[in-house]
């Protein structure tokens, strides 16, 4: 685990500039939302998740997230097919909040073209680095 000011970062993942993660199992990629999204929303009330079979572009919407201040669209980090979708989180959404790197992780997908895709995103070191600058700038 790392940390940027007071925002918790994994080791093991690969991050998204929209502030989602993307973790490579079995050759399949579970997605969720990193720290700095869940914290900027502040409290999630509503979780709007896509079906299984349902098929999401890198950088295209693949749902929204509702919280007490704002609906955000979720951006994917990669292509390809969803496999599994996380009901408690569309249950539960508060999950989002205690536990974005584990419970409350959203999508499974079977992506298309990862090796790519994953080029495009960010390891931890870049994240770290990426996220610095951001919360300098604003």
Do not use: C
Request: net charge negative.
């Amino acid at each position: 685990m790392a940390k940027v000011n007071d925002y918790e970062l994994r080791e093991g993942l690969y991050y998204g500039e929209d502030h989602l993660w993307v973790k490579i199992e079995d050759g399949l990629a579970r997605i969720g939302i990193n720290d700095y999204a869940q914290k900027s929303l502040r409290e999630v009330v509503y979780a709007e998740l896509p079906d299984v079979g349902f098929e999401v572009k890198h950088k295209e919407s693949f749902g929204t997230l509702e919280s007490v201040k704002a609906v955000s669209d979720l951006i994917s980090p990669i292509s390809g097919t969803i496999k599994e979708v996380n009901n408690n989180v569309a249950d539960n959404p508060e999950i989002l909040n205690k536990d974005p790197y584990g419970e409350g992780w959203l999508i499974v997908v079977e992506p298309t073209d990862l090796e790519n895709e994953l080029k495009k995103n960010m390891d931890l070191a870049a994240e770290k680095e990426w996220l610095a600058n951001l919360l300098k700038e604003g």
